[in-house]
């Protein structure tokens, strides 16, 4: 049975609406519909308790299915206390670089400068110097030399790792196997290899 089916001989919107809105009207007792149950997002659209269902959408289809999806963040989040949110058992005190693993480390860190609009000589190497980072783009042999577990995709561009600085590696080793958080060192790092669904590694790096 198709969803179809299941509102072929349902009512009109425009009738459940009207109903709906005579109900409410009732239960608000004359206070304002808008002020009542009408809330706005921070760019002023509003958000009312009731949607009507649209009948002239068409379907949306990314340019290429096959690229994956990229994750962005806003840039004006509101300035709040973050003291409590950047405090870590684990003794975390930031990113300090983001490893990704492409087939092609020069082709992948071209398209990304290219993205952060930076100039040729901040891109050496396969390393991307960010202003609160470091990018680094190796290729899949080289990420399992450095980290010691292979970054999976193959030759698909993906972040594979962030890397976080430490104030107190021992601490932190601690930390992990009192969890039973399986890690590795590699050098001076700690490595978490990804989790099933996590997607990147976590790496922990002891800085002054």
Known sequence: MGAGALIENSRTDSQERKQWVTLVAKALKGASFEEALVSHTSDGIPIEPLSRRATDTQPCLRANPEQPWIACQRIDAPKVDRSALETHANGSRGIVEIVASAGDPAAAMS??????????????????????????????????????????????????????????????????????????????DIVVPPAPGQGAAFIFREQA
């Open 111 to 188: 398209a990304l400068r290219t993205a952060a609009g930076a100039e040729q000589d901040q891109a050496k190497a396969g390393e991307l110097r960010l202003p609160n980072a470091l990018l680094t783009v190796l290729d899949p042999a080289a990420f399992e030399a450095r980290f010691g577990f292979a970054p999976g995709g193959g030759a698909e561009f993906r972040f594979a790792a962030v890397v976080f600085a430490l104030t107190n590696r021992p601490a932190a080793e601690k930390l992990l196997a009192d969890n039973g958080v399986k890690h590795h060192l590699r050098g001076s």
